[in-house]
């Protein structure tokens, strides 16, 4: 018993030192963000972009919506959990006009391996936080992508891009862009 318990509390510091050390890496990528609004400024009634690599790596991002003010705050490999874990940081310095969002493809793929169900309520949580600083701007959700390196997880995330479709529908002030055919 004395070492089945050991066990057990070995694996659970491993498991929040392992959590800890992911947070600690998008901790530098939060501080980054709030660097660049000290030095830049915060821009008002801007278009906020939340997500992961696909945003990060949308380094051109203005150049596609030349009329409109952009803040992207993507941040690669991050997941629905992340969001969640940095919304504070994310949504209270921007009062944004509307924000964007691209993230749960990483959540499928993570360790933890969650339910269709769980990344739905990671976004649905999210979600939550974006509509307790803003009520009533329009909040887009872009769905998860299909892609070949993912394949194995393409029907967990064809249901998860349903469900939250279904939820976004049944919400004021939302949209959802699904990018599945095109991309």
């Known amino acids: 018993m004395k070492k089945l318990r050991m066990i057990f509390v ?4 491993f498991s929040v030192t392992l959590q800890a050390q992911e947070k600690r890496m998008f901790w530098h990528d939060i501080q980054e ?3 660049r609004d000290s030095l830049n400024g915060i821009p008002q009634n801007a278009i906020l972009f939340i ?3 696909t945003f990060t790596k ?3 991002i203005a150049k596609y919506f030349p009329q409109k003010k ?3 705050r993507g941040f690669g490999g991050s997941r629905l959990s992340d969001l969640n874990y940095f ?3 994310l949504l209270k310095p921007y009062h944004p006009k509307q924000i964007v969002v691209y993230c749960g493809d990483n959540d499928f793929v993570s360790e933890d391996k969650p339910s269709v169900d769980t990344v739905v309520a ?12 803003y009520p009533k701007i329009n909040v887009s959700y872009i769905s998860i992508k299909h892609s070949p390196s993912r394949e194995d997880y393409w029907p967990q995330m064809q249901q998860a891009n349903k469900q939250i479709k279904a939820f976004l529908k049944s919400q004021k002030n939302t949209s959802y862009i699904d990018i599945t055919k095109a991309m």
């Open 87 to 89: 919304a504070d940081d």
């Open 10 to 13: 070995f694996v659970a510091l």
């Open 58 to 60: 949308w380094l051109d």
């Open 51 to 53: 997500g992961s690599s």
């Open 70 to 72: 952009i803040i992207n």
């Open 33 to 35: 963000f709030k660097k």
């Open 122 to 133: 990671r976004f649905k949580t999210f979600y939550g936080k974006i509509r307790q600083y």
